[in-house]
């Protein structure tokens, strides 16, 4: 389970889950065009992914 936590604040998150297939959704990383990586939440089974949270206006880091 990806546990994701404000580097701020200290507020945190987990347990994503995806509606289709009800499976926790897994922390991974996707590079843009210009070579940068962004933080995303994906489905294990291709259901599909999402931009990792945010807290205080950053990107909340994730323990996986």
């Known amino acids: 389970m990806a546990d994701f936590t404000c580097e701020h604040c200290g507020m945190g998150v987990t347990g994503l889950k995806c509606v289709k297939c009800g499976n926790e959704l ?32 950053h990107d909340m880091s994730c323990s996986v």
Not at 32 to 45: F, H, L, R, S
């Open 26 to 57: 897994v922390h991974d990383h996707i590079t843009k065009d210009d070579g940068t990586k962004v933080g995303v939440a994906k489905c294990p089974n291709g259901h599909g992914k999402i931009k990792s949270p945010m807290c205080c206006g």
